[in-house]
């Protein structure tokens, strides 16, 4: 099948997709009645002859309210495969990120250049930077993607983390054990760490963001004085409903572990759960539907009112990472300064750009680019958006043109070699704040 048929019925497929809906419910789903088995979940003869399996993605003797598993009624079980044997990393990279040192300064760089042609979603990943250490699941680390080709017979897990998925460019159609779930531009995927999965794509390319997040499962933040509503509503979040392939062909299954690809061939696909209940399963978002909550007073408020999902440390209110949104809003602030105040800050950001322009930078931060900002950096407004929103006239205004994001987290993030010395990376990026002028009088 040529890439355009190929793209053609994975839109059919996208269009036609039902959902369960909740984020962090216990789903259950079933493809064939009676495929889940009712009262247990274990029995002695598993339904249809299927055998039952459990993923687990928290400690057993985790809290009840942070337990995430989910049992898989399978068609076969996923102990039944050949070893795995390691396979080049790509441009693939994990932390301990130690190529190169942790940089203070400000750094941007453009959108990654485009593939070549086959690349795949898993081929395109390209790391740019990152902290903790994988092996202790401590840390993130940001990788941006370009593919011109869906995956074919090989399927994609990670070990060492889950993955938040910010398409940019492109649809993306995901197959995984548990369902199917599409994500286009304004959307987000959330893939559990471990779980198995194939990204075709719905457009001729796609290009994106993914942020690699070690610790602990992302979650809903908590709303504090804010109240029982505002933010992302946990209802909008969609699961998949169960959908299996019974493939008999040799399928590649690559494994993400401790940092390193690794490669089995299976005579069937992994993707063969009939059934299946459980907490620990993917999600989709659309951004459009974070209830955005602002100042009606004064000043601008901190970006953390911007939360979407926040991945909590052993310190409370100290964020592994933070997924951050800047939606579609209205700015009403009286006697304020409206766009993004200057700041350092103790914690890192790498920002993004879906679409359209960001309301703090007004030329060289462009859909598919980004910008890192480790902690005490000294970052806000470039010069041009200083002297404009000074001088603005102070009415109600919609901020409508432009989806931004923000990975924001406790520890500095450090640049790959190849981020630190691509061709991409803009080198003039201190110039866009040296036109602010001396205003002071005594």
């Known amino acids: 099948m040529s890439e355009q048929a190929g793209s053609e019925q994975a839109r059919k497929t996208a269009e036609a997709l039902e959902y369960l809906t909740g984020f962090g419910n216990e789903h259950s789903s079933e493809a064939v009645p009676g495929a889940l088995p009712l009262g247990r979940n274990s029995p002695q003869r598993a339904p249809l002859g299927l055998y039952a399996e459990q993923l687990s993605g928290s400690a057993f003797t985790e809290p009840r309210s942070h337990n995430r598993r989910s049992w898989l009624y399978r068609i076969r079980p996923s102990a039944a495969h050949p070893p795995f044997t390691r396979i080049d990393n790509g441009a693939l990279r994990t932390a301990p990120f130690t190529e190169a040192p942790a940089d203070p300064n400000r750094l941007r760089w453009n959108p990654l250049p485009d593939p070549a042609p086959g690349t795949d979603f898993l081929a395109g990943l390209w790391t740019l930077g990152g902290n903790g250490d994988a092996t202790q699941r401590t840390g993130m680390a940001v990788h941006l993607y370009a593919a011109n080709a ?23 159609l995901l197959r995984t054990e548990l369902g199917l779930l599409s994500a286009r531009p304004g959307e987000v995927a959330l893939i ?32 504090g004085p804010i109240g ?75 970006p953390s009112i911007f939360t979407v ?19 579609p809003r209205w700015l009403v602030g ?37 910008s890192l900002h480790n902690m005490m950096s000294a970052h806000g ?30 520890w500095p993030i450090t640049a790959t070699a190849q981020a630190a010395g691509a061709d991409h990376l803009q080198r003039g990026y201190d110039d866009v704040w040296q036109g602010l002028q001396r205003h002071f009088r005594a």
């Not at 350092?344 to 030329?363: F, H, Q, T």
């Open 150 to 172: 869906s995956m074919t017979d090989r399927v994609f897990s990670d070990s060492d983390g889950e993955l938040l998925i910010v398409p940019e460019r492109g649809g993306l």
């Open 192 to 223: 559990p760490r471990g779980v198995r999965f194939r990204v075709e794509l719905l457009d001729a390319d796609a290009r994106g963001y993914v942020c690699e997040n070690y610790g602990q499962p992302f979650v809903l933040p908590d709303l």
């Open 228 to 302: 029982a509503n505002g933010l992302a509503a946990a209802r909008d979040f969609r699961a998949p409903v169960a959908a299996y392939e019974d493939v008999e062909r040799p399928t590649e299954v690559i494994n993400k572990f401790c940092g390193n690809l690794w490669s089995a061939t299976y005579g069937h696909s992994p993707l063969d759960a009939v059934a299946w209940y459980g907490t620990h399963v993917p999600y989709v978002y659309d951004l459009r539907r974070f209830n955005v909550l602002g100042t009606i007073s004064y000043d601008h408020p901190d």
């Open 309 to 327: 999902l926040t991945s909590p440390s052993d310190t409370p209110g100290l964020a592994g990472v933070d997924f951050v949104v800047f939606a």
């Open 334 to 370: 009286e006697d304020t300064f409206r766009p993004p105040y200057f700041h350092r800050n103790v914690m890192s950001e790498y920002m993004g750009l879906i679409e359209g322009a960001y309301d703090a930078k007004a030329e060289g931060f462009v859909p598919g680019g980004g």
């Open 381 to 410: 407004p470039d010069h041009e958006t200083f002297d404009r929103a000074s001088a603005a006239e102070l009415k109600p205004q919609k901020i409508d043109d432009g989806l931004a994001f923000m990975f924001e987290t406790r």
